[in-house]
């Protein structure tokens, strides 16, 4: 297929998320509490929502995909912190965005269901409130009429396009019981403290209709009652300095609890 890059073989994949997964015990009660966690006692398998043929297919993090999720994060991120996007205030300590390999193994079992729903937990020793944004799109046509690229970015962009419905009081204290428009992928994308990602991708058809489904796993949360960022001049309270490339952001070195 032009310009995808897929794993044709779903066995590769399964005994790989499994040796990958073999060093953590991700049904463990302190990661989760009562909840399941995504990796527990699972196989890495298609699930039952999929389509049985044509197979639904895992599109590969290449590095180029890699680059273009966080530097679409981290891009956005400077905008918004530097003040620049309409209706917000500049961050005063905003972090970067990296990539983490097992947020993305994790989000890979995510799209592997088929369809759009949220994990009950994903979290990892490392990141004990993990995040997590969803995307759908459905195309007619030729699969390889959409490329990965233009499709991560649609995804970026879907999320991000929220704050046109955020508000400020949302910044400054994330709501509680809210039932409004979604504006929960564009603050997730907005926390100060989101400092790592980790993404996956499905594409599949069913009747007739092609599918991208797009899952991203984050190194933290909101919080109700807490303020997504901290409003004030740009990067003041950054510890270590700025971002080389990203001035409005602190460097990746900055320590967030």
Request: hydrophobic fraction near 40%.
């Amino acid at each position: 297929m032009i310009g995808l890059h897929i794993l044709k073989s779903s066995l590769l994949l399964t005994l790989g998320v499994s040796l990958a997964f073999a060093q953590t015990d991700y049904c463990t009660s302190s990661l989760c509490g009562n909840s399941q966690h995504i990796a527990c006692q699972n196989t890495g398998a298609w699930l039952a929502a999929c389509p049985k043929s044509p197979a639904p297919t895992a599109v590969v993090m290449t590095s180029a995909l890699q680059t273009e999720i966080v530097k679409g994060h981290n891009s956005r991120r400077q905008t918004l912190a530097a003040g620049a996007l309409p209706g917000f205030s500049s961050a005063v300590r905003m972090a970067p965005v990296r990539w983490n390999a097992e947020l993305a193994r994790l989000a890979a079992l995510n799209v592997r269901q088929c369809q759009m729903k949220h994990d009950a937990c994903r979290n990892t020793p490392t990141f004990r409130a993990s995040g997590q944004n969803l995307a759908m799109v459905g195309y007619s046509g030729a699969i390889s009429s959409r490329s990965d690229q233009a499709l991560v970015t649609q995804s970026l962009t879907m999320w991000w396009d929220e704050y046109k419905i955020t508000t400020k009081a949302q910044i400054n204290s994330y709501p509680q019981n809210y039932n409004g428009p979604a504006i929960g992928h564009f603050t997730a994308m907005a926390q100060e403290k989101q400092t790592h990602v980790g993404c996956a991708a499905a594409r599949y058809l069913k009747t007739s209709m092609n599918y991208w489904l797009f899952a991203c796993n984050y190194a933290t949360t909101n919080y109700v009652n807490q303020p997504v960022y901290a409003a004030g001049p740009t990067a003041s309270k950054c510890k270590t300095g700025t971002h080389v490339n990203f001035p409005a952001l602190c460097k990746v070195a900055e320590v967030y609890t």
